[in-house]
């Protein structure tokens, strides 16, 4: 769920209050900072541009300066003197807005190591899986108690689910998954089960 502005600030003002702020910006580096010599007046943190953002803009610099176009909420366009730019890779900014990309981060498509998520290189396709979770899953607790452990999703293309859909253990995904039951009807599906390129509506097609 996207936060309202208004809402922002008041998370923010809370985590200023209680400190915690501070702790987060010590170790995420989150921020811009100002140079105590004044060499440098900024610094930016950048991601690459996609495609269609490169055909749009062919030009990101002018005359050898970086130019800032999107900033929280409005466009602007200045030239900053003495500034730094440091390339931040997307993956820093994996979204978590629903239950369904929590399904994607938790899964073997990535691992974490010393707190950092990183791509799992034996997936091949270079694009994450498109996950719908029902409103069943909605919920965090819903969507733990779903789930015994969460899929293998290394080889899965799609995966949508619908209805009162419960998961064992060990359970592979590949290929385009469907899941989708009618109300008053329950699935569980099996320990260690292998689901590939498979469209269930009934507890007899698993």
């Given at each position: 769920?996207?936060?309202?502005?208004?809402?922002q600030?008041?998370?923010?003002?809370?985590l200023?209050?209680?400190?915690k702020?501070?702790v987060?910006?010590s170790?995420?580096?989150?921020?811009?900072?100002?140079?105590?010599?004044?060499?440098?007046?900024?610094?930016?943190?950048?991601?690459?541009?996609?495609?269609a953002?490169?055909e749009?803009?062919?030009?990101?610099?002018?005359?050898?300066?970086?130019?800032?176009?999107?900033?929280?909420?409005?466009?602007?366009?200045h030239?900053?003197d003495?500034?730094?730019g440091i390339?931040?890779?997307?993956?820093?900014?994996?979204?978590?807005?629903?239950?369904?990309?929590?399904?994607?981060l938790?899964?073997?498509?990535?691992n974490?190591?010393?707190?950092?998520?990183?791509?799992?290189?034996?997936?091949?396709?270079?694009?994450?899986?498109?996950?719908?979770?029902g409103p069943?899953?909605e919920e965090?607790?819903d969507?733990?108690?779903?789930f015994?452990?969460i899929?293998?999703?290394?080889?899965?293309?799609?995966?949508k689910?619908?209805?009162?859909?419960?998961?064992?253990?060990?359970?592979?995904?590949?290929?385009?998954?469907?899941?989708?039951v009618q109300p008053?009807?329950?699935?569980v599906?099996?320990?260690?089960a292998?689901?590939?390129?498979?469209?269930?509506?009934?507890?007899?097609?698993?």
């Amino acid at each position: 769920m996207r936060r309202s502005p208004s809402e922002q600030n008041e998370v923010l003002l809370s985590l200023k209050s209680s400190g915690k702020l501070d702790v987060l910006l010590s170790q995420l580096g989150l921020g811009d900072i100002v140079s105590a010599h004044g060499k440098l007046l900024k610094y930016f943190r950048l991601t690459p541009a996609s495609l269609a953002k490169v055909e749009e803009k062919s030009s990101h610099s002018h005359e050898g300066k970086f130019k800032l176009g999107e900033i929280g909420q409005m466009s602007i366009k200045h030239f900053f003197d003495s500034a730094i730019g440091i390339n931040v890779p997307h993956s820093r900014y994996l979204p978590v807005e629903s239950t369904s990309d929590l399904l994607i981060l938790q899964s073997d498509l990535y691992n974490c190591i010393d707190g950092v998520l990183t791509r799992n290189r034996a997936r091949v396709n270079p694009a994450n899986p498109c996950i719908e979770l029902g409103p069943e899953f909605e919920e965090v607790s819903d969507f733990h108690s779903r789930f015994k452990s969460i899929p293998s999703m290394i080889e899965l293309d799609s995966l949508k689910v619908n209805g009162d859909v419960w998961f064992g253990t060990g359970i592979t995904l590949k290929g385009k998954v469907s899941i989708s039951v009618q109300p008053g009807m329950k699935i569980v599906i099996p320990d260690d089960a292998v689901l590939e390129d498979k469209d269930i509506n009934g507890p007899g097609e698993i």
